[in-house]
């Protein structure tokens, strides 16, 4: 089975704290991962995804295969990250592996 | 391309009523995803489709919802009878099978309240 788990319901830091959202999977092949934020009352995003190995908005994300984790982090939180944020897993391409399978996301709030 | 777009982004019905949520995906996008979102269970996927034929409807909660993608440019999502436990916010969201990723793209989302 594929799963994404996210231990984390709730995140609180301060203004300006590092902040680590964690995101663990569990799947045998080699799957793709993503981040997606959701602003208050918005369309989720794409935040950022594994293959590419950006950094946007601070924010990093680095694939450890081999303690199947997926976390996301930035050093200096700002209260504009306040979102709740989901880390994603795609199986890949083709007619049955194309959807994402989702955790059940951490809403992070940053305190001024 | 104007991305996925949904509608109607809020809809109020009354308990018993039938409720059509509609989706045109990304131009293009051979994935068609609708999932569902509540405070309770976060994301749910109900079903999806690839090239205009459900995949996979293992999510789609009771028979009291439908889901159909007549061409590649529209796809709805049938309620019928509604319930107040419906109320949710639902999304769809499309992809492409080819290039370097699956990334999603999502919609605004359908806010549904049912009365």
């Known amino acids: 089975a594929q799963r994404v788990t996210q231990p984390e319901k709730l995140l609180s830091v301060f203004k300006g704290a590092p902040v680590e959202l964690k995101c663990n999977y569990s799947y045998s092949g080699s799957p793709e991962l993503f981040w997606y934020v959701q602003y208050s009352r918005q369309r989720l995003q794409l935040l950022l995804r594994h293959i590419s190995r950006e950094s946007i908005k601070g924010f990093t994300a680095d694939l450890n295969k081999g303690e199947t984790s997926f976390h996301l982090k930035k050093p200096f939180a700002q209260e504009e990250d306040s979102a709740m944020y989901y880390c994603?897993?795609?199986?890949?391409?083709?007619?049955?592996?194309?959807?994402?399978?989702f955790g059940r996301g951490t809403q992070l709030t940053v305190w001024p | 391309d104007a991305g996925v777009i949904q509608s109607p982004r809020h809809e109020v019905t009354e308990m018993g009523q039938e409720v059509t949520l509609r989706c045109k995906p990304i131009s293009g996008h051979d994935y068609l995803f609708w999932y569902r979102q509540t405070m309770m269970r976060g994301l749910e996927l109900l079903i999806y489709?690839?090239?205009?034929?459900?995949?996979?409807d293992s999510g789609m909660p009771e028979d009291r919802f439908s889901a159909k993608m007549p061409n590649a440019s529209f796809s709805t999502l049938k309620i019928q009878p509604s319930e107040p436990r419906d109320s949710a916010v639902y999304f769809c969201a499309s992809s492409s099978g080819q290039g370097l990723t699956t990334e999603a793209f999502f919609g605004q989302g359908t806010r549904l309240t049912v009365v």
């Open positions: 994603a897993l795609s199986m890949g391409r083709g007619s049955t592996l194309g959807r994402l399978y």
């Open positions: 489709f690839n090239n205009n034929v459900p995949i996979d």
